[in-house]
Structure formats: C-alpha cells, structure tokens
C-alpha cells in the first residue's frame, strides 16, 4: 500500500475539483430530478455543467468488466448500487431514489462525492434509508482523525447502519483521491475498531457507504457495470472527498 500524503496545496487543488461537484448537488440538479426526467437527461446536465468549469468528468473511459464507462456520470435507480449507466430509456418515477456518482478532473486533481435523491415523495422506509445512509458517511467522516484508524471509520458506519436495520454493501469501499480517481487506501464501510492503517495528517480520502434496504449481497447487470441488490430492495449512496487537515477532517466536497 503506497498512501500519498497531499500537501496543503494539493488539497486546495482536489478541493476546487470537489467544488464543482458539490455545486452541482446543492445548486443545479435538485431542480431537475423529478418524475419523468431520463437518466440520460441527467447525465448530460452533469457533463454539460462540468465542462462549463473548466473541467472535465472523470468517469468517461474508465476501464471495465467488458467496455470502458460510456458516460460523464454513474447514475444509479432503486435496487442499483453503483455504477449505473445513464439510458434514455430509464425515466425517474415518483417514489424513486436516485443515486448520482461524479468525478471531475480540474487541473490534474480528482475530485469525488455521491448523493441519492428522492424522486418526488417516497415511503417512509426509503426515507429512513437515505437519511441512515447520509447520517452513516457523517459518521464515518467524525472518526477520520489524526490518531484513529480505518477500522474505526467502518466500524461506525457498519454499527449505525445494522443498530438501524440496515446493511452495508463489503464488495465495494470508499479510497485514497488526489492526481488518481482510485488511490490507497482502501476504505471499507465495515471494520473493527482500532485496526488497519493510522490515519495520519494530509491524507485525503473519498468515505462512501452505500447501504441497502435489505441483504449486503449484489450482483452486476449484463452491462458489465452496474451493480444491483440481490434481492431487488433499494440501495443508497452518498459520498464526501475529505482531506485531514489539523489533525481533523475537512470536507472537500461541501460547498463553501
């Protein structure tokens, strides 16, 4: 494992990458998800906007299973987890969640953060879900200080989740950011207290959980990319980029 340790300039760096995206979140998306939209509407106000900073999506190309990620964006529904790909033909519906996954590349930084939002009004159940699994990232996020370790991170996320009846996905994790979109460490959203790597001043870190209504176990689609719950019960995911800075953590991907 190679972790590299940013320097304060780095990190102003990945930060202005994050900041497009959490524009993004907060200011220009929430506007459009709403029934009848397309994910591959979604997408292209996504690219459109991130092009529109000077930068461009880091999702586009990247290698997979059978072919490179076709779009700026991984766009997950309902039972998706992860990696979904943006189609004309999978038009958001009232009661949906909708998970939104983006990096951008701003002069050779990396910035990465996820949000699910809810499609209209959703039942109660999936309401606790997405606010368990939001809660869940903050709680991780609290134990990435100087002194603690990885395993404390996903040990809080893991106990928050299942004390609320709910599980963590184990075959995909949170990482290191910076000049790569996937760097050291790994950054599992289950663990034990006090084991794995010490969390030291400077690292930068992309915490994510993705959490599922039901059983932890997924499967992936034909596509080669997008990754579902076994048992077809709803999955959310939201996601911060993170630097250690003064022995606590910064969130990147928050708008100032």
């Known amino acids: 494992m190679a972790v590299i340790i940013k320097t304060p300039e780095e990190i102003a760096g990945i930060k202005k990458a994050n900041q497009i995206i959490a524009r ?8 459009y998800i709403k029934p009848g939209i397309s994910t591959k509407e979604i997408d292209k106000i996504v690219d459109d906007y991130i092009r529109s900073q000077g930068a461009i999506p880091g999702c586009i190309g990247v290698p997979g299973l059978y072919n490179p990620f076709p779009a700026a964006t991984c766009i997950s529904v309902n039972e998706a987890v ?7 033909n999978i038009i ?3 009661g949906d969640i909708v ?3 983006t990096v951008t590349i701003l ?4 910035g990465d953060a996820a949000i699910t939002y809810p499609v209209g009004e959703v039942d109660t159940e999936t309401k606790k879900l997405l606010e368990v699994t939001e809660k869940a990232r903050d709680i991780g996020i609290e134990q990435a200080v100087v002194g603690n370790r990885l395993g404390d991170i996903g ?4 106990s928050f989740v299942e004390k609320n009846g709910f599980s963590v996905v184990r075959d995909y994790a949170g990482h290191g950011v910076g000049k790569e979109m996937h760097e050291d460490p790994c950054v599992a959203n289950y663990g034990r207290k006090g084991r794995g790597l010490k969390i030291e001043e400077g690292m930068v870190l992309a915490i994510e959980p993705m959490v599922n209504a039901g059983s932890y176990k997924i499967g992936m689609l034909n596509d080669g990319w997008t990754v579902v ?14 630097a250690i800075v003064d022995g606590k953590p910064l969130v990147l991907s928050k708008l100032d």
């Open 155 to 158: 040990h809080a996320i893991q």
């Open 99 to 101: 998970s939104v996954d």
């Open 107 to 110: 002069d050779g930084f990396y």
């Open 82 to 88: 992860v990696h979904g790909i943006p189609d004309e």
């Open 92 to 94: 958001l519906k009232e």
């Open 24 to 31: 993004l979140y907060e200011e220009i998306l929430p506007q």
């Open 229 to 242: 719950t076994k048992d077809g019960k709803k999955s959310a995911h939201f996601e911060h980029s993170i």
